[in-house]
């Protein structure tokens, strides 16, 4: 069974840090590149971060860059995002995502909520 599951959501107060881990299940991990978006009140869906499957390249939205960091371990089949420097406009529902040339699966998501 496939499966995808976040952890490390929650509440922060501004300029405090978070860190997302995405547990894959059910498939080749290792093969997948691995993403996270999210999703805020009112507001499309926002791509944030990807990295490729060996972990050799990582992109971010400008939103980020320089305050959140994607990184994997293919050996514990886990994606992670390090967000540092939190501000209330990063509260959203994040989500995790990975995809190959044949599937594309998706977590359930999990709330950070960024506020003093």
């Known amino acids: 069974q496939v499966q995808l599951v976040e952890s490390g959501g929650g509440l922060v107060q501004p300029g405090g840090s978070l860190r997302l881990s995405c547990a894959a299940s059910g498939f080749a991990f290792s093969s997948y590149v691995g993403r996270w978006y999210r999703r805020a009140p009112g507001k499309e869906r926002e791509l944030v971060a990807t990295i490729t499957s060996s972990g050799d390249t990582t992109t971010y939205a400008d939103s980020v860059k320089g305050r959140f960091t994607i990184s994997r371990d293919n050996a514990r089949n886990t994606v992670f995002l390090q967000m540092n420097s939190l501000k209330p406009e990063d509260t959203a529902v994040y989500y995790c995502?990975?995809?190959?040339?044949?599937?594309?699966?998706w977590g359930q998501g999990t709330q950070v909520t960024v506020s003093s």
């Open positions: 995502n990975t995809y190959n040339w044949a599937h594309n699966y």
